[in-house]
């Protein structure tokens, strides 16, 4: 869980105005069940967004508290959303993108060939910000974070609200892609405001991930050999590169692995169960700062106590893992966990 975080705001204007975040646990009011409730909600801007957390991870995400496509797909969306950021283009004063959820307005964002995979869940999303009478940008992000919880081992992400209404489509080209070469990603990275050490820590989502469109003959491959589970294998075993079925390699993240750019960062999150939790903190503040892209985080509430309870991997891994670096989720304590933090969404 996270001790402190930072939060930088990061239009131009503030893009050196950080400010000491509070520890997440703390703004979290853990109720029995590990999910709190309206009464729990203590911040009144809050308390309507326990109704959409309940509508996204009860009928989105059916069986919440598990991966499943959805889950997914909401991890990915949040990153392609917030992703056409542009420091270069901001400066230049022209249209740009962040975290605005211009995918739930714009009719053709989701059919670009970059976007492929992501037209169920923008279908789903759609109507929640006309039901809810919230931004699209407030849903989108909330389903990003809400997903990452949704992956057992997934960690708290600081969650905010009040993003305005979208600015503008998200313009053409910035989304990186997996056969770019490694510097011009990390180029890419840097323009939405990204270090390569935050790259690094976001990537290992593909934990959690599937691939249809880079090569169809391997539809459905997953980047690890556990998309169930939020872990680090997948740095690991993306490292190591050797055949494991069903998984697939992306070209990128091979070069993360490998490239003189990146390996250092890269191979921080290659390791053992303590590992797991130092890329979870790390992951949280990355995808934290990677939802608020374009936002003034001045003028937005943090709802972080909304969300439910992570479950730690170190609670339902199995006793007798004779050592294992990556020792393996016991189902039965995976299940009772699931039972436990997610009772409500269950079916
Ligand atoms: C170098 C940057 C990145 C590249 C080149 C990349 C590329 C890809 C590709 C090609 C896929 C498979 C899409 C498909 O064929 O269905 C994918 C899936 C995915 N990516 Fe990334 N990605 C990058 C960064 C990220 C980031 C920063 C996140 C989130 C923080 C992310 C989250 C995901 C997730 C969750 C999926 C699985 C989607 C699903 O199973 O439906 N990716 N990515």
Request: charged share 15%.
């Given at each position: 869980m996270h001790r402190s975080t930072v939060i930088c705001s990061l239009t131009i204007a503030a893009l050196f105005s950080c400010v000491a975040g509070v520890a997440t646990l703390e703004k979290r009011q853990a109720s029995d069940s590990g999910i709190p409730t309206v009464d729990d909600v203590t911040n009144p801007v809050c308390k309507p967004f326990v109704a959409i957390r309940d509508a996204i991870m009860g009928d989105i995400f059916h069986a919440g508290g598990r991966c499943n496509d959805n889950a997914r797909a909401a991890i990915r969306l949040s990153f392609h959303d917030a992703g056409t950021f542009s420091l270069s283009l901001e400066a230049a004063g022209e249209d740009n993108g962040g975290a605005d959820g211009s995918f739930l307005v714009d009719p053709d964002e989701v059919l670009r060939t970059e976007n492929n995979g992501m037209q169920n869940i923008v279908a789903l999303l759609k109507p929640l910000p006309e039901r809810f009478n919230v931004s699209a940008g407030d849903v989108l992000h909330l389903a990003g974070t809400l997903a990452v919880l949704a992956c057992p081992g997934g960690p708290v992400v600081n969650t905010y609200v009040g993003r305005g209404p979208v600015k503008n489509v998200n313009p053409h080209n910035l989304i990186p892609d997996t056969h770019d070469t490694i510097p011009n990603i990390i180029d890419r990275f840097n323009d939405m405001g990204i270090s390569v050490r935050e790259a690094m820590a976001l990537i290992g989502s593909h934990t959690c991930a599937r691939q249809r469109f880079v090569d169809q003959a391997f539809?459905?491959?997953?980047?690890?050999?556990?998309?169930e589970i939020w872990d680090i294998r997948f740095y690991s075993e993306t490292k190591r590169n050797e055949s494991d079925p069903g998984v697939f390699r992306l070209p990128s993240d091979l070069g993360f692995a490998q490239n003189s750019l990146t390996k250092d960062d890269y191979n921080r999150?290659?390791?053992s169960l303590s590992t797991q939790e130092d890329w979870a903190r790390e992951y949280a503040d990355a995808h934290e700062k990677m939802s608020l892209l374009g936002q003034d985080v001045k003028t937005l509430t943090d709802c972080t106590e909304i969300m439910p309870e992570t479950i730690h991997l170190r609670d339902i891994t199995v006793t007798s893992s004779g050592g294992a670096v990556d020792p393996a989720v016991d189902p039965g304590k995976l299940e009772a966990e699931i039972q436990r933090t997610r009772s409500i969404w269950l079916q």
């Open positions: 539809a459905n491959d997953t980047f690890d050999t556990t998309p999150f290659v390791g």
